[in-house]
């Protein structure tokens, strides 16, 4: 007969109804996949103001934990959904997944992967979307602000003062709100992060194509140009994204893939939407590093009666 012991941490190794509900999706879709499945799931749409929703540093030690004890000879299969966030730890993150499982990853986009989640897309060697599928422009920003937009606006006011002396009295304002050093930092994170796509792409998706390093050029430059996509949040469907020259496979052409892994989709939104997680990364296997909102209640002074 199992003890009160034993009960409690049965109870904690399943975790929620919302933990069993998306392990036991994960595991019907490693099923039918035959390989590694891991979630790399953000809650930036349920709780926009949650610091650490972005790609962080803090990401590597939840892959590390998942990625411990699987057969890396299966391959991987990444479900994103993510806004992006940081540069370097985006690099840091790919090369680390590349070390593990090598070209044999496959990126899965149920709704969005934007921004460095679309870069993370690029790296592996294959985009899986729906129709409803997107992903993002990759076009560095600074604070919110568009580095290709801050390098464009600080060559308009050149070009104009340089035509017209008296336009430096409309722009002195504008550019007396640089920090030092503003426009180069700008100039290198773009030089950055198309070096970085490129590269990715021609060692990864495009490796066995001629002329890969020309195809690499254009992606990066229809991904990465500020003045082609207009907006950083714009979203690119999976058949623009072909236009470009990625490697996208239609979730549509296989009906059990694309019912398990909507499954998959579902659960985690709603695990996002209940419970106080914000990130989510697990593998197939229950193995998890869930990162969740810590809840203060602050409780008043109590109502004692008045004599």
């Excluded at 590694?36 to 949650?50: F, T």
């Excluded at 990444?78 to 790919?94: D, K």
């Excluded at 899965?108 to 979307?129: D, R």
């Amino acid at each position: 007969m199992p003890t009160w012991h034993s009960l409690l941490n049965e109870i904690k190794e399943r975790g929620s109804t919302f933990d069993v509900i998306r392990r036991e999706r994960l595991k019907t879709l490693a099923k039918i996949t035959k390989r590694n499945v891991i979630i790399y799931y953000s809650g930036w749409l349920q709780k926009p103001k949650m610091p650490g929703v972005q790609v962080t540093d803090a990401d590597k030690n939840g892959f590390m934990t998942v990625i411990h004890a699987l057969d890396r000879s299966k391959g991987l299969d990444l479900i994103l959904h993510t806004p992006g966030g940081e540069t370097a730890a985006t690099e840091s993150l790919v090369t680390y997944l590349r070390s593990m499982f090598g070209s044999d990853i496959r990126a899965i986009v149920p709704e969005l992967a934007m921004s460095a989640g679309t870069m993370i897309a690029c790296a592996c060697k294959t985009i899986i979307m729906g129709k409803h599928s997107s992903l993002g422009p990759i076009d560095p920003q600074f604070v919110g602000i568009a580095a290709h937009g801050i390098v464009e606006e600080f060559n308009r006011a050149y070009r104009e003062i340089r035509e017209d002396q008296s336009k430096a009295f409309v722009w002195q304002p504008i550019i007396a709100k640089y920090s030092p050093t503003l426009i180069g930092e700008c100039e290198k994170a773009i030089q950055w992060s198309n070096e970085m796509a490129k590269e990715w792409l021609v060692s990864g998706m495009l490796a066995d194509q001629e002329d890969c390093a020309a195809k690499a050029t254009r992606i990066v430059s229809e991904l990465g140009d500020h003045a082609l996509t207009k907006s950083h949040a714009r979203h690119l469907s999976p058949s623009r994204c072909k236009e470009m020259g990625l490697n996208i496979d239609m979730l549509e052409d296989n009906q059990r893939l694309q019912d398990a892994v909507l499954s998959v989709h579902h659960a985690c939104m709603l695990t996002l939407a209940g419970t106080g997680a914000f990130k989510i990364i697990e593998n197939h296997k229950g193995v998890a590093s869930v990162s969740v909102a810590q809840q203060v209640l602050v409780q008043g002074p109590s109502q004692l009666p008045v004599e």
